[in-house]
C-alpha cells in the first residue's frame, strides 16, 4: 500500500485559477510529520511547509494554503491565483518513525502542475 | 542564506566503476541524507547519517554503496560498482534534527554508460 498518494498526475490550470494539490497518507504513527517540496523545471527539491501530527491548524503563506485534516489523512495544498512560475512538480511526504527515529522522507509519485498563461 | 551543495553537478561512467559524489551539507545540520531520483519517478529514501553511522537505510542501500563522512564538512555516497540502475539523480540533504524540515542540494545527475 502506498504511504503517500498524489493521485493527481498532472493538472493543467491557466494563470490566475486556483488549484488545489491533493495528499492522502497512512500511517499508524501518532506522531508524524507531513511536508511539501516543490522541483521547478531545473530540478532542486525547494522545501515549502512541514507540519507536525498535533497541529492541525491551516496555514497560509501568500498565494499558498495548506490544509490538513487528520480525519481522512489528508493535507492538501491550494495555490491561489497560480502563475507561470508556479509550474513545477510538487511532492507531498511523510516522516514517521522509524528504526533510527524520524529520519525518512517518504514521497509521494508528485503532481506535475502547468500553469500557462 | 545557507545551503546544501553537491559536487559534481553530473557525473557520467562506465558500469562497473567506482563513483563518489560529494555533498557539504548545511554547518550547523546534524542529519545528513542521501536520497535519489530516477528520470520521472519519485524521490526515493537511500540512507540517514547521524554521529558518524548509519541511522536508517533503506533496501536500495545494499553493499555496493557506502556513506562517510571524512572530515568535518564533506558527506561522501560510494558506489562501488556502478551498473545501469543506478543512474539517477542522487540528492543530499541535511536537517538541524531528526523530524525536522530536510533541506536538499541541487542534485548530482549519474549516468552509468
Wanted: net charge negative; aromatic share 14%.
Amino acid at each position: 500500500a502506498q504511504k503517500v498518494t498524489q493521485a493527481q498526475t498532472e493538472i493543467s490550470v491557466v494563470e490566475k485559477e486556483d488549484v488545489t494539490l491533493d495528499c492522502v497518507y497512512e500511517t499508524r504513527d501518532t506522531t508524524y510529520y507531513l511536508f511539501w517540496y516543490k522541483q521547478p523545471p531545473s530540478g532542486e527539491l525547494v522545501f515549502l511547509i512541514r507540519r507536525n501530527s498535533f497541529d492541525e491548524q491551516n496555514e497560509i503563506s501568500g498565494r499558498y494554503s495548506w490544509n490538513f485534516q487528520k480525519s481522512t489523512s489528508s493535507f492538501n495544498f491550494t495555490i491561489t491565483a497560480s502563475q507561470v512560475v508556479d509550474s513545477a512538480v510538487y511532492f507531498c511526504a511523510l516522516s514517521e518513525m522509524g528504526s533510527g527515529g524520524y529520519n525518512k522522507l517518504i514521497f509521494g509519485a508528485g503532481t506535475r502542475l502547468a500553469v500557462h498563461p | 542564506e545557507p545551503e546544501v551543495t553537491q559536487t559534481p553537478s553530473h557525473q557520467v561512467t562506465q558500469m562497473g566503476q567506482e563513483v563518489i559524489l560529494r555533498c557539504v551539507p548545511i554547518s550547523n545540520h546534524l542529519y545528513f541524507y542521501w536520497y535519489r531520483q530516477i528520470l520521472g519517478q519519485k524521490v526515493e529514501f537511500l540512507v540517514s547519517f547521524y554521529n558518524n553511522e548509519i541511522s536508517e537505510k533503506s533496501e536500495i542501500f545494499d553493499d555496493q554503496f557506502s556513506v562517510e563522512r571524512p572530515d568535518g564538512s564533506n558527506f561522501t555516497l560510494k558506489i562501488r560498482s556502478t551498473k545501469l540502475e543506478d543512474s539517477a539523480m542522487y540528492f543530499c540533504a541535511s536537517s538541524e534534527l531528526q523530524g525536522k524540515e530536510q533541506f536538499f542540494g541541487p542534485g548530482t545527475r549519474l549516468t552509468v554508460l
